[in-house]
DNA sequence: TCTGGGGTCCTAGGACCC
DNA sequence: TCTGGGGTCCTAGGACCC
């Protein structure tokens, strides 16, 4: 049997919000918000951002004035920004211990219970050093199980006189914390299980962890009986450091306008499938099926509405941008009827294989016969990594479609892109 | 005018097999 | 009316996460 298990939540504070603002020392104490593709809702908001009430997922159009009144600094998400201090600031956690699995993109679990040091004091160090070499601030919360570092975490962000860091192991009175979460706050227990625990008066995680195993696991799956052990110090979810291939991948968005002219909206899916083609090869892995998506607008039932989607098999697995262009051409013709006003599409490839080690069919040219492809494909990529996303694109794709996505606020790609690299001002 | 995008896992039920 | 008992595989739908 191990020793106790101890883990840890690093979370990075407002994360894209921190990102703006650790390029724009000016914007420090202001209120900012960044927004979604299409600057159509908030997804981060610093502190001050909150303060004034700005919800989660708000609808951008209709804080406009908030923001103007307030001066809130509004930025169009940057996902390249993003990425890449996403990369710092997980680079340099991983110095200090091997045992860590990057979760999203602004958390990753520690395993800290094979660490000689102190686990506060060494998250401590942890902390301060991520904020000096990224200029991202970040929370750490301990916990004996996952779920509970969790909710360290929570505590170590909500009550500043912590300074960042929390930790429920060893902590005095563990029910007094828990009995200040609430239910739907808990890792694992979304909008519809809350209610449905709400129903029965289970309003905090202290009551949830109170249950019996049997009845949570006939009403919220297994799944709901892993978060009910975690919550009692029982792990049931483990580090995972392994390296998996994804299951699926899928590029989508919403438009700015309607669209209903065909030839337009097969340039779109196009650049979709090559987007989708990008990540796989930057996966090093190929897709055997490819999907494409339509939708008219859901908002606007007075609207003719349509949605379809249709799914078809490649003739060889490939991350071949032209392979992966066809295929997705097929697809629309097979669905896109005529007369409708589509407003979101999307293209989507599973049977996702590592490109190496993998069985050839009969049918297919042997690696050797494709290397010209294969050249053509690494040489795009690498010019699009250096210079920009999309500098280098497929005709297909067509060339005036930038508008289609609206960013009206949009940041520089201060670390990935070399005309936009920051300037040090003497 | 304006409401994101990208993932995973579990279960129930149907089809099909012996 | 009655109409076994297992298995496996696939899909749709529902739940969750960030």
């Not at 939540?9 to 894209?16: E, G, Q, S």
């Not at 929390?166 to 519809?192: K, M």
Request: aromatic share 8%.
């Amino acid at each position: 049997m191990p020793t106790s298990t101890i883990f840890a939540l690093l979370d990075c504070n407002n994360f894209y919000a921190s990102c703006e603002r650790a390029f724009n020392p000016k914007l420090r104490g202001k209120p900012i918000v960044v927004l979604s593709n299409n600057d159509g809702c908030v997804i981060a908001r610093s502190n001050e951002a909150k303060a004034l009430g700005i919800p989660m997922g708000a609808p951008a159009f209709k804080f406009q004035p908030l923001f103007r009144k307030h001066g809130v600094h509004v930025f169009s998400s940057n996902f390249a920004l993003y990425g890449d201090m996403s990369r710092r600031v997980m680079d340099t956690a991983s110095r200090f211990t091997p045992d860590m699995e990057i979760y999203s993109i602004d958390e990753a679990f520690l395993r800290l219970d094979r660490m000689h040091e102190q686990p506060l004091e060494l998250t401590r160090k942890i902390r301060a050093t991520i904020l000096q070499w990224t200029g991202i601030p970040v929370s750490i919360g301990i916990g004996r199980t996952k779920t509970l570092a969790k909710i360290a975490n929570r505590v170590a962000k909500k009550q500043p006189e912590h300074g960042g860091g929390f930790s429920l192991v060893d902590y005095p009175d563990p029910d007094q914390i828990l009995a200040g979460i609430d239910i739907e706050d808990v890792w694992g227990i979304g909008r519809q299980y809350s209610k449905k625990l709400r129903e029965f008066g289970i309003r905090n995680a202290l009551q949830f962890s109170k249950l019996e195993k049997d009845w949570v696991k006939k009403r919220m799956t297994v799944n709901g009986m892993h978060t009910l052990l975690e919550l009692q110090g029982v792990p049931c979810i483990p580090l995972d450091q392994t390296v998996t291939t994804p299951k699926s991948i899928v590029c989508s968005r919403t438009f700015a306008k309607a669209i209903m002219d065909k030839v337009q909206l097969e340039q779109i899916v196009c650049g979709y499938a090559a987007r989708v083609g990008e990540r796989l090869r930057g996966q090093r892995c190929v897709a055997g099926q490819l999907q494409v998506f339509l939708l008219t607008d859901r908002f606007r039932l007075d609207r003719p509405q349509y949605s379809n989607a249709a799914t078809v098999s490649l003739a060889v697995p490939s991350s071949h941008t032209p392979d992966l262009i066809r295929s997705a051409q097929r697809v629309l013709e097979l669905i896109c009827k005529p007369g409708f006003e589509y407003r979101k599409a999307g293209v989507m490839v599973f049977g996702i294989e590592q490109e190496h080690g993998r069985r050839l069919n009969l049918f297919e040219p042997s690696p050797t016969d494709r290397v010209p492809n294969k050249a053509l494909m690494d040489a795009m990529d690498q010019i699009n990594t250096k210079w920009g996303a999309m500098t280098m694109r497929v005709a297909a794709e067509g060339t005036g479609q930038r508008w289609v996505m609206r960013q009206a606020h949009l940041s520089p790609r201060y670390t990935t892109h070399w005309k936009e690299l920051a300037k040090v001002l003497s």
